[in-house]
């Protein structure tokens, strides 16, 4: 026997990732189990590392009595119950960045293979054919390159694409000025991204705000001689819209990589003349597959030794002389950013968290993790907590502080979040009751006195104190069946704006929305779940 660590690796590894795990502990390499044999197997393991092949699945994570951690070689984690792993006090951990070069590479490829008609014209030679008239091409030299999130990978395709003379644009409202501007990349808004790219590349995660990101709506935008690239992930896009827009010559031509279905069901779309497209390929080169290997085999080991892991999927415990007392501000901050991230403009460039009362710097420092790691929910190409939202905020070009002794309150603790962007800096305070309650006092400038919870909508007036405009948004809510818990006013008026908040139980769809912006006055509106 050895009181080294097991290892069970369950798909295959590149040998480099393999040897540091051999360093590690002791390495069983079984590819290819199922659950009831893994659910055998797992047992007196001490880590379990899959790639995609295999699925770590609750019942399996029920007896892995000794697993302290499984890892993932590649980017996502659909093959592991993370929620079950949490439960468990498991660590779960990726590769996020390993597949960044050549998931970059594989877009620059599909936008240049529909630039020059490359398929088609390879497919008419090796058919017998010389056909030099029915593919011609364009140069992408001078061209507009539009690319959706400029995270890694969108930062790396915008780099090879100034290597190709192009003129690059980006929208991503979770990176600063500065940051796109030392990448040579001007950040635009996505209705003007759309409008003025000749190709327009896709890097975004898919959430429920994103998924049909790109549908009849953005498609009518495009010039119809731009093409749409998409190598991120299938549902960003609806293949019904893009194949109705590419059949009506709306689109000049697709590259996809990434499909709703994997398989998909219907090749209608990818039969199109149109189209290229490939099954899934962008990670698939040997140095990515070497890269994901050892960034996991070396994050499994930090884990066995006791140590932090690079990028965690899900939260480890708070460290136990801070728990208890950080922990209940979580809500608070949690909250905050999910209104600044409501309230959120363009060119994001600092955020900042200032506490009162017996809020040390130390504690402000977790709770900004916290903090940030909801204000970019759902923005990033990585999988995001709070470990690695500060690391994925600096890559962005993003400031980060954090200071004690802001407002202070005679009947609680202040917490204020103070988000800066092109449009300078804006602050969201809260108030945390000594009964445990959480109380929302500032938004942008307003001072109100409402309960941080459930779903709030925010309607800016230009003409504040309009009579009967209370009535004709409850009416509106009402039509709608969304039940009205609450109504407040803000006490002050900013730029000659007021605003009132509305607690709702349901939450605001686009029909509604639509229908609240017709109301007399009503400048902006906006709604948020705390």
């Known amino acids: 026997m050895t009181d080294r660590p097991r290892i069970l690796v369950c798909d295959p590894l590149a040998e480099d990732g393999l040897e540091i795990l051999r360093q590690a502990g002791e390495v069983d390499v079984i590819p290819g189990l199922g659950e009831a044999e893994l659910i055998a197997k797992v047992p007196g393991y001490d880590a379990l590392v899959v790639r995609s092949g295999v699925k770590i699945t609750a019942p399996i994570i029920a007896v892995a009595d000794s697993v302290r951690v499984i890892a993932r070689a590649g980017v996502g984690v659909d093959n592991i119950d993370v929620a079950a792993a949490t439960h468990k006090g498991i660590v779960v951990v990726n590769s ?6 050549s998931t970059a590479e594989h877009a620059i490829a599909l936008m240049l293979a529909l630039a020059r008609k490359i398929p088609q014209a390879n497919a008419s030679l ?9 593919f011609m091409g364009h140069q992408v030299t001078g061209k507009t390159l539009g690319v959706v999130g400029l995270g890694r990978i969108g930062s790396e395709v915008a780099r090879r694409a100034r290597g190709l003379e192009m003129n690059v644009q980006a929208c991503d409202p979770f990176v600063s000025q500065d940051y796109a501007a030392a990448s040579g990349v001007t950040l635009v808004d996505m209705d003007t991204l759309l409008r003025t790219s000749d190709y327009v590349t896709l890097h975004a995660s898919l959430t429920d705000d994103t998924r049909g990101l790109i549908g009849t709506e953005q498609l009518v935008l495009m010039k119809p001689t731009a093409c749409l690239i998409n190598c991120a992930r299938g549902g960003l896009i609806d293949e019904a819209d893009l194949k109705v827009a590419l059949d009506s010559g709306q689109l000049a031509g697709a590259a996809l990589d990434v499909f709703v279905k994997e398989p998909p069901e219907d ?11 490939t099954p899934h390929l962008a990670a698939s080169t040997q140095e990515a597959q070497e890269v994901v290997a050892v960034d996991v085999a070396e994050q499994v080991a930090a884990v066995l030794r006791g140590e932090m892991p690079r990028w965690p999927v899900n939260a480890p415990t708070l460290p136990a002389e801070l728990a208890a007392d950080v922990a209940r501000f979580l809500p608070v901050v949690r909250g905050l ?4 991230q409501a309230l959120l403009g363009s060119g994001l460039r600092r955020v900042e968290l200032r506490g009162s009362g017996d809020l040390t710097t130390e504690k402000l420092h977790v709770l900004l993790h916290h903090l940030l790691a909801s204000l970019m929910e759902g923005q990033t190409e990585e999988t995001l907590n709070f470990i690695n939202a500060a690391a994925l905020a600096r890559e962005r070009g993003l400031e980060l502080g954090e200071s004690a002794g802001g407002s202070a309150a005679p009947y609680g603790q202040c917490l204020e979040c103070i988000v800066t962007d092109n449009s300078g800096p804006r602050t969201a305070g809260a108030l945390l009751l000594d009964d445990g309650s959480v109380r929302l006092v500032e938004v942008a400038g307003f001072r109100c006195d409402l309960e941080m919870a459930g ?6 007036n230009d003409q504040p104190g309009q009579p009967g405009f209370i009535g004709r948004l409850g009416c509106l809510l009402g039509d709608a069946e969304v039940s009205l818990r609450g109504i407040q006013v803000a006490s002050n008026l900013v730029n000659g704006q007021g605003l009132l908040l509305a607690q709702v139980e349901n939450d605001v769809s686009p029909a509604l929305a639509a229908d609240l912006a017709q109301l007399p006055g009503v400048a902006r509106i906006e709604w948020v779940a705390f």
Do not use: C, E, I
């Not at 950013?337 to 600044?340: E, I, M």
């Open 96 to 101: 996020p960045g390993g597949n960044t070069l």
């Open 126 to 134: 090796v058919a017998g054919k010389w056909d030099r008239k029915s």
């Open 267 to 277: 090749f209608a779309l990818v039969q199109l003349p149109s189209v290229v497209a």
């Open 337 to 340: 950013g999910r209104l600044q």
């Open 455 to 460: 779903k709030v909508l925010l309607l800016w």
